[in-house]
C-alpha cells in the first residue's frame, strides 16, 4: 500500500505546478487540430486512447517499469533506448528537455543523484529510489500525461472544460490498465502503431504557426 507521503510526493512530482514545463508541449496534437483531425471531444478522446494504448503511453509506462527494475548500471542503456525509440525532433525534445528539468529539481530537492534521463526512465529511477510502488506510479505518470494533452485540447480544438475533464475521467480506467500490464515487460515489448500522431509530430516542426513546442 503506498503511504499518504508516497502519494503527496508523486501528486507533487506529476502535478502541473513541477517544473518540467509539460504545459508547452502538444505531442502532435496542435497539428492534428490544424489538419481537421482532431475537432471535438469525440475525436479528441479517440485520438488520446489510440495514443496511450499503441503509442507513447503505453511505450512511456515499459521504460518507466524497466527504470524501476532495472540495476542502475543499466540506466544509460535504457535511457539512450528511450531516446532511440522517439520518432521525431519534437518527441525527443520532449521527453529530453521534461526528463532533465524533473532530475534537476528532484536532485535539488530531495538530494537524489540524478544524470539528465529521459522522462519516464527518470520518473522510474526516483521512484525506485524513494521506495514508491511501481503500479501507482506509473498510473499517476499516465494519468499526468493524459491530464496535459487534455489541458492542451480544451485551448487548442478547443474543448470546453466540462467536455475536457469527461474526456480525462473517461481514460482514467486505461491509466490503470496499462499500468498493471505493463508492470513487468521489457524493453523487447516496445513498440507503436499511431502513425498518424507520429506523422502530426513531424508535421508540427514546420507549421507555420505554432502554440506549441511539439
Known sequence: MITDTALLTLAQWLSPAYPVGAFSYSHGLEWAVEAGQVHNADTFRD??????????????????????????GALRELDD?????????????ETEAQGAAFCRTTAAIWGNDMPDLTYPVA???????????????????LHAFTG???SAA????PLGQTEGQTVLTTLTPLCETLAA???TLTT??????????????????????RLFRS
Not at 123 to 141: E, I, N
Open 148 to 150: 496535459n494533452l487534455t
Open 154 to 157: 480544451i485551448r487548442l480544438v
Open 47 to 72: 485520438w488520446l486512447e489510440d495514443i496511450l494504448r499503441f503509442g507513447t503511453g503505453r511505450n512511456d509506462a515499459i521504460l518507466l517499469a524497466c527504470a524501476y527494475r532495472f540495476d542502475p
Open 188 to 209: 523487447d515489448d516496445l513498440g507503436g502503431s499511431v502513425f498518424m500522431a507520429d506523422i502530426a509530430a513531424m508535421k508540427h516542426e514546420t507549421q507555420y504557426t
Open 123 to 141: 520518473v522510474g529511477y526516483a521512484a525506485r529510489a524513494h521506495s514508491f510502488p511501481l503500479r501507482q506510479t506509473s498510473a499517476m505518470y
Open 181 to 183: 500490464e505493463t508492470e
Open 81 to 93: 533506448l528511450a531516446r532511440a525509440y522517439a520518432p521525431s525532433k519534437e518527441r525527443l525534445l
